[in-house]
């Protein structure tokens, strides 16, 4: 939650994309996408697309790219992803 609220405070509007999703029998899920250069984005999960929930905070790197992972990711066939700026 603290990385959320981090995440929120004082940072301008960012568009990121996500450009890779992989997921391991284990049940993680790796996110690869691209944010701009230090921008921080939240990453939020959905099993319908209708109902979201935050997984997470990046920020993009020197090359505006970024890695998230998801551990323990819904077992569900459908999970969609996305990036949304504070």
Known sequence: AQK?????VGT??????ITL???ESGGTT???GEVPLGARCIIE???NLLDWEQVGVTTGNAAG???FVE???SPLSARFYR????
């Open 30 to 32: 790796w996110l690869k």
């Open 12 to 17: 301008s509007k960012a568009r990121g994309k």
């Open 65 to 67: 790219a970024f890695v």
């Open 45 to 47: 999960a959905s099993t």
């Open 4 to 8: 959320i609220i981090d995440a929120l």
């Open 21 to 23: 999703v992989s997921r």
């Open 71 to 73: 551990r323990n990711s």
């Open 83 to 86: 990036v949304v700026s504070p």
